[in-house]
């Protein structure tokens, strides 16, 4: 059979890795795995400048700040956000989120319009 004669549906079905390749859906889920993972880096998106800690803290409400400083840590590492140390007293430091944190962006955005368009229908809220 060919691409042309399969139906919408069994074209997303042939898109698929094969049952002997790893699903990358658990790499993404690995990526923002957390209650808050997902909201720090939509806000920091959204903010697309430089933002300093206790800002991003009030924007994230109610996080506490160990757990902000563990993601802001993890994605610093995986790239995803820069963090910058002002020599200053106090010392200053700024998050930003990079190019790679960015292409996030409508992956995020139509999870966003998922959930505003369901969640009435969802249950358990």
């Known amino acids: 059979m060919?691409?042309?004669?399969l139906s919408p549906a069994?074209?997303?079905l042939t898109?698929?890795?094969?049952?002997?390749?790893?699903?990358p859906m658990v790499g993404f889920v690995n990526l923002v795995a957390g209650k808050w993972a997902i909201p720090i880096l939509y806000r920091l998106i959204m903010i697309d400048g430089p933002v300093r800690f206790s800002e991003l803290q009030r924007a994230v409400a109610?996080?506490?700040?160990?757990?902000?400083?563990r993601q802001l840590r993890q994605f610093e590492q995986r790239g995803l956000v820069?963090?910058?140390v002002f020599p200053e007293v106090p010392p200053r430091v700024e998050y930003r989120i990079t190019a790679l944190g960015t292409s996030l962006r409508p992956t995020l955005d139509s999870l966003a319009e998922w959930m505003r368009a369901h969640a009435s229908q969802l249950s358990g809220d």
């Open 82 to 84: 820069t963090r910058q």
């Open 62 to 69: 109610p996080i506490a700040q160990k757990e902000l400083t």
């Open 15 to 23: 898109a698929l890795p094969a049952t002997d390749e790893p699903c």
């Open 2 to 5: 060919t691409t042309a004669a």
């Open 10 to 12: 069994e074209k997303n």
